[in-house]
């Protein structure tokens, strides 16, 4: 833009234009912006991609915690009187001699998870019913081969744990000092 003297000669029509009566030039302001834009849904993406992947390890800390009420009455059978968004907690008694003995409700990275605490010989089992579609597992997470539904196995906490779905929703079982093969069983019990 040429430099124009702010007092024009008196007489000679000469109009002094300030920058501020100039649009903008758009493309590099809009081009910018949605850029900008861009970045932060890929990075919100991320963001909760990277969330939803741990979310099977906070459910395992929170298992970890002390029953907030009682164990559920439970069938002649033995199986507990107790489900979870339409799954039914298993009947451990009869097949691997675990017990009801307390129940927990958390809330963990917004999704509501049921637990049962299940015990034996002094030690705790807990199975859990996470609402919603089935989570991704965490980075790690080893795949158990056998004829039995899928599970998957991982370490967090000083607890091991197994994840399976069942009913459209995933299913965590863990314990601290219990055979990861028990959990794979328990996770597989209907």
């Known amino acids: 833009m040429p430099i124009v003297d702010p007092v024009p000669p008196a007489g000679t029509g000469t109009t002094v234009h300030s920058g501020a009566d100039e649009p903008a030039p758009r493309g590099l302001g809009a081009g910018l912006g949605v850029t900008v834009l861009a970045i932060g849904v890929a990075l919100s993406f991320w963001a909760g991609r990277e969330s939803e992947v741990e979310t099977a390890v906070h459910v395992v800390s929170a298992q970890g915690g002390p029953a907030q009420t009682g164990a559920p009455p439970t069938t002649a059978s033995g199986r507990p ?38 015990g034996r010989a002094g030690r705790r089992l807990a199975y859990s019913v996470v609402s919603d579609a089935p989570l991704r597992p965490p980075p790690g997470a080893v795949r158990v081969p056998s004829r039995g539904p899928d599970a998957l196995t991982f370490e967090t906490g000083g607890r091991s744990a197994v994840m399976s779905t069942r009913g459209g929703h995933t299913i965590l079982v863990s314990g601290a000092g219990v055979s990861r093969v028990a959990l794979v069983r328990a996770a597989r019990t209907p």
């Not at 009187?81 to 001699?97: C, H, M």
Request: hydrophobic residues 35%.
């Open 81 to 118: 009187r107790d489900a979870a968004f339409g799954v039914p907690f298993p009947n451990l008694k009869a097949r691997l001699g675990w017990e009801p003995v307390g129940r927990r409700r958390d809330s963990v990275d917004g999704r509501q998870v049921r637990t049962l605490q299940y």
